[in-house]
């Protein structure tokens, strides 16, 4: 079998053929095959497989967070600033996109699980491993659009893409088949770890841990526990760590982590990303130098990161608000490797004078746009997924967008053993603290915890939110804990007074704290916002489908 990198981007799918091995792209797409010959040997099922990989989420990942409460972006347009908002409605387009991309990848995968076992010359274990990623991928869209609409149409065979789909199954014979379908996959693919022959591919671990996230997802905490163990128990994966608790976080997420480094075995998938094959903006457009950013942390994220004795801002004596750098100090270092503090390099300053030497160093929030540096809404800016050195370039930015990484197994087995009311500090030890190690935070200990009032299960969500923000979970965890609530509340900033150039604030609308207010109307209905409504296109189209989600 010929050693091919699998660089999932749909960017590959369009390229020229010359630019990179000949013949890689030297096809016709997936839909349009119909040469009856075509699936007759492994290099046909390898390119087939390879436009499957398009449907896994590149930077959308880091987007979709700005649909909880950690992020915001500047344009009132944004789709997933609105889906966060809550006022939208049945025949906004992008809902409509969501359901349309997913269904049409979920095709692709049913086409190539329909027809690979037609190359009967290819050896039976090859095929095993790519039916493994086909019905991965295709879980993994399932897990998306069930997330999303609830009740759904199973279509495990190919379609017609304007086939109509009949009536929903159930959102529990979903779940049911997502979860069988990853264990079945997960048999039959190999447990590597990611390598230079292989990356990008999916793994025994993917499957594993999909299915870790979608038991998560709906509260079946003994599949979630066991499944999240099964990738721990793989011994191929381990955080990423350099001995250095101050950067090692951040790097993860710059070119540093990139799995064709080879120094990262902490991230189990990722959409990859190389030199003018698969690159995205993600790093300029969080501190764009001459606009205002897209990517805006918000006061509740701020807020969540622990003081560095282990007690929330609201208890801890080391917390001090007087000045803006203050914010930071004695802050769980994750804090400082997520969102961006006074000295730290960043590209968002765009200065025409040559003699300023400390361009590239951070110093306080921007509040008015003059085309010179980066603005904030919020007054906050992330550092985390920025390579500092591709701000100043449009699309060059070739970080990878790890969609699955150890962490998050680690805490999904936590989370899963305190709602069976399992958890010891042996398991914490086990998960949170070995995050917590990483950066030299201090341990939580399920005893101080207690004596100090706070709430475990509050705790153990805290560290999921703080571990994983900027990577598409927030969202997902705010509804399956049910607190819409949060989404309803306004999107507040940082307080006015610690404005370095108090004449850029002074028009800004505040609470009565004096914090800034970036966003309010939002709202959340009960049960309705628990659900996106099925796109009113598609009921038009299918009738089938109807009722309509509760409330919509």
Known sequence: MKKILFYISISLLIIPASSCRKGFLDRAPLDAISDANFWTTEEQLTLALKALYANVKNNNTVAMDQMGDNSINSSTSDAYRIFGSGNFDPDLSSVNAEWVSQYSGIRQCNVFLANYEKATTVPQAIKDQMA?????????????????????????????????????????????????????????????????????????????????????????????????????????????????????????????????????????????????????????????????????????????????????????????????????????????????????????????????????????PKFVSDKLGCVTITGYYFTKYVEVS????????????????????????????????????????????????????????????AAAGLDLRTEIRRERRVELAREGQRWYDIIRWKQGSLLAADVKGMKKSLATVPSQVSNLAADANGYIIVMTGRQFVDPKHYLFPVPLTQIQRNPALAPQNPGW
């Open 132 to 364: 493994g990623e086909a019905r991965t991928i295709r879980a993994y869209m399932y897990m998306n659009l069930v997330s999303y609409f609830g009740d759904l149409p199973l279509v495990t065979t190919p379609l017609k893409i304007d086939e109509l789909y009949g009536p929903r199954n159930t959102k529990k014979e979903i779940i049911d088949f997502i979860l069988k379908e990853l264990e079945e996959a997960a048999a039959q693919m190999q447990k590597e770890p990611q390598t230079k022959t292989n990356l990008g591919r999916f793994s025994k671990g993917v499957a594993l841990g999909f299915k870790a996230r979608m038991a998560l997802y709906d509260s079946r905490w003994d599949v979630a526990e066991k499944a999240a163990k099964d990738v721990m128990d793989l011994g191929v994966y381990a955080l990423y760590s350099t001995g250095k608790p101050a950067v090692d976080y951040y790097n993860l997420f710059t070119y540093a982590g990139k799995l064709s480094a080879g120094a990262n075995k902490e991230t189990i998938a990722a959409r990859i990303n190389l030199t003018d094959v698969s690159m995205h903006n993600i790093s300029r457009e969080t501190q764009v130098p001459d606009q205002a950013s897209r990517y805006n942390p918000t006061k509740a994220l701020v807020d969540a990161y622990l003081c560095t004795d282990g007690l929330p801002i609201e208890q801890s004596p080391l917390y001090k608000e007087d000045t803006y750098a203050n914010l930071f100090v004695n802050r769980d270092p994750r804090m400082r490797q997520t969102i961006l503090a006074p000295g730290a390099a960043w590209g968002g300053k765009k200065d025409g004078n040559p003699a300023n030497t400390n361009a590239g160093i951070f110093t306080a």
């Open 390 to 449: 591709t701000v100043a370039a449009v699309s060059k930015d070739q970080n990878d967008i790890h969609v699955l990484r150890l962490a998050e197994i680690l805490l999904t087995y936590a989370e899963a053993k305190l709602e069976q009311n399992t958890l010891t500090q042996a398991d914490v030890d086990l998960t949170i603290n070995k995050l917590r190690d990483r950066v030299g935070m201090k341990k939580m200990d399920i005893a101080e915890l």
